[in-house]
């Protein structure tokens, strides 16, 4: 197993286990609702999960469809890293990949049209709504400070395959945001699902696909 640094634990998630850090980012269950929405998988899907994180939603869809083919990008060196290290001790670095990469930079990585499948479980808050959280890594994970929902979905249209699928999750405050920008790129919402939250629903997830 990977070295456990002291402000690290070591979680089990269903069959596999998952580093995380004691204080700091930490995955919640927006993940695994949206890596649940986005199943059925197949072998020959190839799969990029924007803002991976520490990874949880790659290992999810390498431990629940026999996809092969699965990128994780993440912008935060220390969640890469983690990321990464998830990866190796669960043994599966011959079907996920992870990369240090501001994803507005994808264009420069890969060819246009490279995705069957695009997923992302992105910063809620606009960078200018309510307090900044004083912990760098996870304001980063939390306000759009690199990267808007306008330009996810720019270049989600961009990277996937004519008819592609793309997954995300969100307040239920954005759902209107949300159906003009993927009306502007050209990605037809074709399923939604609202996430309960006690009595309330807080969240929602939704699919579109590249026309």
């Known amino acids: 197993m990977s070295q456990i640094n002291t402000d690290e634990t070591v979680d089990s998630?269903?069959?596999f286990k998952i580093i995380q850090?004691?204080?700091?980012?930490?995955?919640?269950?927006?993940?695994?609702?949206?890596?649940?929405?986005?199943?059925?998988?197949?072998?020959?899907?190839?799969?990029?999960?924007?803002g991976t994180g520490s990874g949880i939603i790659?290992?999810?869809?390498?431990y629940k469809s026999p996809v092969k083919n699965i990128v994780g990008i993440e912008i935060q060196e220390t969640l890469a890293d983690l990321a990464l290290r998830n990866v190796k001790i669960n043994n599966l670095s011959k079907r996920i990949k992870i990369l240090k990469k501001d994803?507005?930079?994808?264009?420069?990585?890969?060819?246009?049209?490279?995705?069957?499948?695009i997923l992302s479980n992105p910063p809620y808050i606009p960078i200018k709504s309510g307090r900044v959280c004083p912990d760098k890594e996870r304001a980063i994970a939390r306000q759009e400070i690199f990267g808007a929902l306008k330009e996810l979905a720019h270049i989600s249209k961009w990277l996937l395959k004519s008819g592609g699928r793309f997954l995300c999750?969100?307040?239920i405050s954005r759902l209107k945001e949300i159906i003009s920008a993927f009306d502007k790129e050209g990605l037809e919402i074709t399923r939604i699902k609202f996430v309960n939250s006690g009595e309330k629903v807080?969240?929602?997830?939704?699919?579109?696909?590249?026309?």
Do not use: C, M
């Open 103 to 117: 994803y507005r930079a994808l264009k420069d990585v890969f060819k246009q049209k490279r995705f069957s499948v």
């Open 21 to 50: 850090k004691k204080k700091g980012y930490r995955w919640t269950e927006d993940s695994i609702h949206l890596a649940e929405f986005s199943l059925p998988l197949s072998k020959n899907d190839t799969v990029l999960d924007i």
């Open 13 to 15: 998630v269903g069959t």
């Open 169 to 171: 999750i969100y307040p």
């Open 58 to 62: 790659p290992l999810i869809l390498a």
């Open 202 to 211: 807080k969240l929602f997830l939704v699919e579109a696909r590249k026309r």
